[in-house]
């Protein structure tokens, strides 16, 4: 139990590295033509961006499918890429971006943190130029704006 705990967390954290990483390198680089939608103001729920997360879900399910029967650490990966979605899925999406109107201003100091890293990324609005690339993890210097801003 504890070794398949340590795989859930650790793929949940290597989640981050992973999607920091796609979304610096392949969703602003050469996949930017689906990204963009989400970098453009709109007012429909869905966007073409939406369909990259596609490609997790794939893998997840793929994790699920072939460790399931005995469930080895494939079906713990799959745990821990799902529940990674889950976060990103409640703190990207309901919760920056409000696509469904559940959650008021946050006055929690991380999660204003959050709030302007994201909109600070969201400033640029071609695929050059942006920053702060990850959901969960925030460079301190968005610590110290969130503190002042109290």
Partial sequence: MLTNTAIVLGTFVTMELVAWAVHKYVLHGFLWSIH??????????FELNDLSFCFYGVIAALCFIYGSETFDYRFWIGVGISLYGAAYFLVHDLLIHRRVKIFRKASNTYLRALDIAHKVHHKTKGKDGSESFGML?????FFHIARRKR
Avoid at 137 to 141: F, I, L, Q, R, T
Wanted: charged share 20%; hydrophobic share 20%.
């Fill in 137 to 141: 993890w925030v460079h301190p210097k």
């Fill in 36 to 45: 963009e939608s989400h970098h453009k103001p709109h007012n429909h729920v």
